[in-house]
């Protein structure tokens, strides 16, 4: 059984940082891309960045793509995401995924992650 648990989440005002944890356990972590989306209330999940399994390749969402960095640490079975220049329109529950199938395809749809994380709350006030 894979278990995924964020943290790092929290409150903070616009133009700072926060950097989420999410620690793997249950199955090999390395040989498996990982993801980060996001949800905010009344809206639909949505894709924020993903990681090819090596750490070589990654993608972000467009809203994000400058101020954002999504890394692992495969020797500790974690993935992280640093957000740097936060904003009101980040405020949302982020949760971390680990994809379908094992291999170094990026992935941007919720439907190719069957592994997610409780989630943690990050909330950017103006």
């Known amino acids: 059984q894979v278990q995924l648990v964020e943290s790092g989440g929290g409150s903070v005002q616009a133009g700072g940082s926060l950097r989420l944890s999410c620690a793997a356990s249950?199955?090999?972590?390395?040989?498996?891309?990982m993801g980060w989306f996001r949800q905010a209330p009344g809206k639909e999940r949505e894709f924020v960045a993903a990681?090819?399994?090596?750490?070589?390749?990654?993608t972000y969402a467009d809203s994000v793509k400058g101020r954002f960095t999504i890394s692992r640490d495969n020797a500790k079975n974690t993935v992280y995401l640093q957000m740097n220049s936060l904003r009101p329109e980040d405020t949302a529950a982020y949760y971390c995924?680990?994809?379908?199938?094992?291999?170094?395809?990026?992935?941007?749809?919720?439907?190719?992650?069957?592994?997610w994380g409780q989630g943690t709350q990050v909330t950017v006030s103006s």
């Open positions: 990681i090819s399994w090596s750490g070589r390749s990654t």
């Open positions: 249950g199955r090999t972590f390395s040989t498996y891309a």
């Open positions: 995924a680990q994809a379908r199938g094992r291999g170094d395809v990026l992935i941007i749809t919720p439907g190719g992650y069957n592994y």
